[in-house]
């Protein structure tokens, strides 16, 4: 191939976006408005996620929590610290192994989850509104699978 056509194949390559440059756009674009609208009621989307996880199952190890929500185990610690300083999660040792600790969700902490579930879902559906539903389905579906699939 002439150096020409492979000079002009690689500025193609550079000018259309990549498939994670687009995800890390939506990712930051997304978030940033989930962010603005929780920050009006005083919550962080990462504490937004741990407050979900912990809704998972009876109560999660910091492991399983830095694990599940890809986070740092310092920062999964500092997020659980200030939920069980504000009382919306506790936590108790771990009945199978006395050596760990387990994070539950207080029952203030669920309806401050519910309270804050509610203004992620209008500001999706406004997304939604945008996008259209089909577009919006075909996108969860897509990434869906993208989550599933083993690391």
């Known amino acids: ?5 492979e000079a002009a194949g690689a500025a193609d390559a550079t000018v259309a976006p ?9 990712s930051r ?15 962080t989307l990462d504490t937004f996620r741990v407050m979900r996880a912990l809704t998972a ?11 599940a929500l890809c986070l740092p185990a310092p920062t999964a610690t500092r997020l659980v610290d200030g939920l069980v300083d504000a009382a919306l999660a506790y936590r108790l040792p771990d009945p199978g192994d ?5 994070v539950h969700l207080s029952d203030r902490g669920r309806v401050r989850l519910a309270r804050l579930e509610a203004l992620v879902r209008a500001h999706e559906s406004a997304l939604a509104g945008e996008l259209g539903t089909e577009r919006v389905t075909a996108l969860v579906g897509a990434l869906t699978d993208l989550t599933d699939r083993p690391r």
């Open 29 to 43: 674009r997304v978030s940033r408005g989930v962010a603005t609208v929780l920050a009006e009621d005083g919550a």
């Open 1 to 5: 191939m002439p150096v020409e056509q």
């Open 57 to 67: 199952g009876p109560g999660c190890s910091m492991g399983e929590l830095s694990s």
């Open 98 to 102: 006395g050596r760990r600790v387990r």
């Open 18 to 26: 990549a498939l994670v440059e687009l995800l890390a756009l939506v």
